[in-house]
C-alpha cells in the first residue's frame, strides 16, 4: 500500500513540473512575437530557467523598434529632404510689385470711369499694366481688353495683344481686333484706311484656324479688291513717277516688289514704259506662310495682309514643314519630269500649269515649290508629290506678289 501511494505522489509531482514547463514555453514564444525561428533565441531561455517575465518584455520592445524606424525612412524623411527645395522657389520673387498696389491702381482707374473720365481712367490701367505685364501671378486680361480697345498707341496695342496671347485670351483680342478694325472700315473714311488695314491683318494674325482666319479675310478681302488691285487713286498704294533711264525690274528692285505686280496695279499690258508716267506700286518685306492642316496660303506685306487662298499638298505629307526662300520665278514653266522627256507649257501633262516658283534646295528637301494645277478636285487634299498646289487665278496672284528672295514659312 505504501508502494503504490508512494508512486502516485511520484506521477503528481512529475505532471506539475511538466505544466509550468508548458506554460514557461508559450510565455517564450509570445515575446518572441511568434517567430519559429527565435522560439530556441536568448529570451526562450531565460523564460526556461525563471518564471519572471521581464526578460520576456525586453525582448518585445527589442523587435518592435526597428519596425518602428523603417517605417519613419519611408514616410516622413523623404518629405522633410524635399521641403526646403519648395521653400526656396516659393520665397525668391525678385523686386515684385506688391498686388495691394496693383489693386489700389485699379480701384482707383474705376473710380475715374465711373465719373466718365475715360482718358485717366484708361492712364491708371496703362500703369497698371506696366508693373504687371511681367508677372505670372497677376491677371489684368479684362483690363487690357479695355486698354486694346481704347488705346490708339500701335507700341501700347502690341504690348496688350501679346499679353493676352501669352495668357491663353487670344481669342478675346482676336475678337477685339475683328471688330475694331471693321469699325473703322465702315466709317468709309479714306485717311483710316490703312489703319483698317493693319487692324484687321493683326485680327488675321490672331487667328488661331481656317474660319477665323477667313473671317477676317472676308472683310479685308474686298477693301483690298477696291482701294488696292484697282486702278483707283488709293492712299495705300505708292505713285511713282517714272524717270529717264527707268525700267521695271529696276523700279521694282527699288520697291523690293516684282515688274509683274507693277503691272497688275498699274493695268500695264507690257514692261515697255515712259517718262512722266506713273505708277502704282505696292512694296515692302513680303512673306508667304502656309498652314497645312487648313490647306491654306496667305501673303503679307510689312505684316499687312495682302492676299489668301486654298491649297493642295503632297500626298502622305510629303509637303515639308520649316522656312524656305524662293530663288526661282517662272512663268508658263517646263517640267522637267524624272526619266522623261521635258514636258513644254500648255500641254494637258504638265502638272505645273502655268507658275513655278522654286524654293532654294536644303539638306532635306530638294524640288520643292508653289505650283499652278487644273485639277481643281486637288485643292484642299494631298495628292501632289510634294509641292504646294494653286488654282491657276490663285497661283498667278502670287506669282506677281512675292519677289525672288521672299520667305516661306510652312506650318503643321
Known sequence: MKTWMGMFLAALVGAGVAVIGINSLKVGDGAAGGTPGEAGGPATQASLTSSNLPPAKAASARMVAPRVALFRRASAAVPSRQQPVVAKVVSTPVAVVEDSEIQMILRQAAGHFDKGETADGLRLYRGAFAKAENRKDVNLAPQVVKLLSEDNVPLWRKRY??????????????????????????????????????????????????????????????????????????????????????????????????????????????????????????????RV???????????????????????????????????????????????????????????PRNVLGTRWMGFRDTAQVSGIGIHGTEEVDSIGKESSAGCIRMLKDDVEMV?????RLATVQISP
Open 161 to 286: 495683344i501679346n499679353y493676352l496671347v501669352e495668357r491663353g485670351e487670344g481669342g478675346k483680342a482676336f475678337e477685339n481686333q475683328l471688330s475694331r478694325g471693321n469699325a473703322i472700315l465702315l466709317k468709309g473714311e479714306q485717311d483710316k484706311l490703312l489703319s483698317a488695314w493693319r487692324e484687321l491683318s493683326q485680327a488675321h494674325g490672331l487667328a488661331a484656324d481656317e474660319i477665323s482666319r477667313t473671317r477676317a479675310y472676308d472683310i479685308l478681302g474686298p477693301m483690298l479688291k477696291r482701294h488696292v488691285f484697282s486702278l483707283r487713286m488709293s492712299p495705300l498704294v505708292a505713285r511713282y513717277s517714272v524717270q529717264p533711264g527707268d525700267n521695271l525690274t529696276k523700279i521694282a528692285k527699288r520697291f523690293k516688289t516684282t515688274p509683274e505686280s507693277i503691272m497688275r496695279l498699274s493695268g500695264l499690258g507690257s514692261e515697255v514704259i515712259q517718262p512722266r508716267s506713273s505708277l502704282r506700286i505696292l512694296g515692302g518685306n513680303t
Open 289 to 347: 506662310f502656309v498652314d497645312k492642316s487648313d490647306y491654306l496660303l496667305w501673303i503679307t506685306l510689312d505684316d499687312k495682309l495682302v492676299f489668301q487662298a486654298r491649297i493642295g499638298l503632297g500626298r502622305d505629307n510629303t509637303t515639308p514643314e520649316g522656312e524656305f526662300v524662293v530663288t526661282v520665278r517662272q512663268k508658263d514653266p517646263t517640267w522637267f519630269r524624272p526619266g522623261s522627256d521635258p514636258i513644254g507649257p500648255g500641254d
Open 399 to 403: 506669282f506677281d506678289l512675292v519677289p
